[in-house]
T-cell receptor, first 111, second 109 residues
Framework: SQTIHQWPATLVQPVGSPLSLECTVE??????LYWYRQAAGRGLQLLFY??????ISSEVPQNLSASRPQDRQFILSSKKLLLSDSGFYLC??????????FGPGTRLTVT | QKEVEQNSGPLSVPEGAIASLNCTYS??????FFWYRQYSGKSPELIMS????GDKEDGRFTAQLNKASQYVSLLIRDSQPSDSATYLC?????????FGSGTRLLVRP
């Protein structure tokens, strides 16, 4: 079965600082990978998804970007954080069109 | 815009009762459907998947799918206080899942 790692678990960053969140997956090959954000008390917002190395689809225009440098690595980045970027960031993995699993998440607070 | 709709709740049931959670979806092309449980401050956890019309049972959970009505439901039998959480319904659409906003379930001891 697949295991999804995300780090860090929590992060406090000042407005205008850069961001890099990493997600790695074990136990599967060539999965679809996803980044979601969940604001406090809200639903899941799909930010990016990737069906293969170097292939990124953006769902919501914003100051975030994503990259997939390796098959089982997915990175979420920002050059300058905004207050509105605060939230719970979740990486998810789906293999062969089957079930989708979430990582433990990173709680980001922008101050 | 493809959507999955759920009642936000809270749905309050007494301990030992059956909790019934429902969702509807708009994409007739969706073939796979999922229920996730999310405790406060935690990531969503997959509890059920269903792919064909009818019922699918797993322990205290039963998922029901009616593609003609574009309706998915989750029944939780013998509800426990530990079942108190937000339940997310999702339908697949191309490469991604469309999630509902979730139904908050409260199980009263």
């Amino acid at each position: 079965s697949q295991t999804i790692h995300q780090w860090p678990a929590t992060l406090v960053q000042p407005v205008g600082s850069p961001l890099s969140l990493e997600c790695t997956v074990e136990g599967t090959s060539n999965p679809n990978l996803y980044w979601y954000r969940q604001a406090a008390g809200r639903g899941l917002q799909l930010l990016f998804y990737s069906v293969g190395i170097g292939q990124i689809s953006s769902e919501v225009p914003q100051n975030l970007s994503a990259s997939r440098p390796q098959d089982r690595q997915f990175i979420l980045s920002s050059k300058k954080l905004l207050l509105s970027d605060s939230g719970f960031y979740l990486c998810a993995c789906r293999a062969n069109g089957g079930e989708q699993y979430f990582g433990p998440g990173t709680r980001l607070t922008v101050t | 815009q493809k959507e999955v709709e759920q009642n936000s709740g809270p749905l309050s049931v007494p301990e030992g009762a059956i909790a019934s959670l429902n969702c509807t979806y708009s994409d007739r092309g969706s073939q796979s459907f999922f229920w996730y449980r999310q405790y406060s401050g935690k990531s969503p956890e997959l509890i059920m998947s269903i792919y064909s019309n009818g019922d699918k049972e797993d322990g205290r959970f039963t998922a029901q799918l009616n593609k003609a009505s574009q309706y998915v439901s989750l029944l939780i039998r013998d509800s426990q206080p530990s079942d108190s959480a937000t339940y997310l319904c999702a339908a697949d659409s191309s490469y991604k899942l469309i999630f509902g906003s979730g139904t908050r379930l409260l199980v009263r001891p």
